[in-house]
């Protein structure tokens, strides 16, 4: 779940709003932004490890559409930024509290181990306003899914299983290349975080569909 109309076509469902404050975590060369351009009265900010990619945004974007502004976190990644300055577990997104409607990670906790990804659920309940809800991408175990990995039908293999019991990788030379998080690790997460989860659309990556990931719609727990 990267292209951008895609992207925009997930929000919507969920629940996007033209004036919505918009914070897209893994925002890459634009996909998103540029798909919001005409229709976006709102403000989008976009956070990425890539610092070209912010780089080109910020020259290509931002000086036609100034409330479309691009930030670099450098955060450390094996697979993506092994340079980078800070562990993902310890980065405190450059925001005050309640600061976006709509929170966007699209293929960015496929690719954190469970100590980043627990803080960074942690920081989306800090980020989102009362009214707002995230939505995100995951590989999703559950005993279905693991049965149909072992088989081998799975879109990307997991092999590994880890001792914990909460996630599954795709590489352990590259445990970040790929991550696959049992469902209700991912659920405890956001339970403790005070989110809740509204919404779950089950992807087919599990059974050989491309680029299929399920997605989670979360809101902050106080609200019904």
């Known amino acids: 779940m990267r292209a951008g109309l895609a992207a925009r076509t997930e929000l919507e469902l969920a629940g996007l709003r033209p004036d919505h404050r918009?914070?897209?975590?893994?925002?890459?060369?634009?996909?998103?932004?540029?798909?919001?351009?005409?229709?976006?009265?709102?403000?989008?900010?976009?956070?990425?490890?890539?610092?070209?990619?912010?780089?080109?945004?910020?020259?290509?974007?931002?000086?036609?559409?100034?409330?479309?502004?691009?930030?670099?976190?450098?955060?450390?990644?094996?697979?993506?930024?092994?340079?980078?300055?800070?562990?993902?577990?310890?980065?405190?997104f450059p925001f005050p509290d309640r600061s976006f409607d709509v929170i966007f990670l699209a293929s960015v906790y496929t690719h954190l181990l469970p100590d980043d990804a627990a803080h960074y659920v942690r920081e989306v309940a800090?980020?989102?306003?009362?009214?707002?809800?995230?939505?995100?991408?995951?590989?999703?175990?559950?005993?279905?899914?693991?049965?149909?990995?072992?088989?081998?039908?799975?879109?990307?293999?997991?092999?590994?299983?880890?001792?914990?019991?909460?996630?599954?990788?795709?590489?352990?030379?590259?445990?970040?290349?790929?991550?696959?998080f049992d469902e209700a690790f991912i659920r405890h997460l956001h339970d403790e975080s005070g989110l809740r989860i509204r919404d779950l659309r089950r992807g087919g990556w599990w059974r050989g569909v491309p680029h299929d990931q399920d997605v989670v719609v979360a809101v902050p727990s106080r609200e019904k």
């Open 22 to 92: 918009v914070l897209d975590i893994g925002s890459g060369i634009g996909n998103l932004a540029v798909n919001l351009i005409g229709y976006f009265q709102g403000t989008y900010d976009g956070v990425d490890v890539h610092k070209e990619a912010v780089a080109w945004c910020n020259r290509a974007i931002t000086p036609r559409h100034p409330t479309f502004r691009f930030h670099h976190a450098d955060v450390a990644s094996g697979a993506y930024n092994p340079r980078g300055g800070q562990a993902a577990a310890a980065y405190r």
């Open 126 to 180: 800090r980020l989102l306003a009362p009214g707002g809800f995230c939505v995100a991408s995951y590989f999703l175990l559950d005993q279905e899914r693991g049965a149909s990995i072992d088989a081998g039908h799975s879109f990307i293999p997991f092999p590994i299983t880890q001792p914990s019991g909460v996630y599954r990788l795709h590489r352990a030379s590259s445990p970040e290349a790929a991550v696959a």
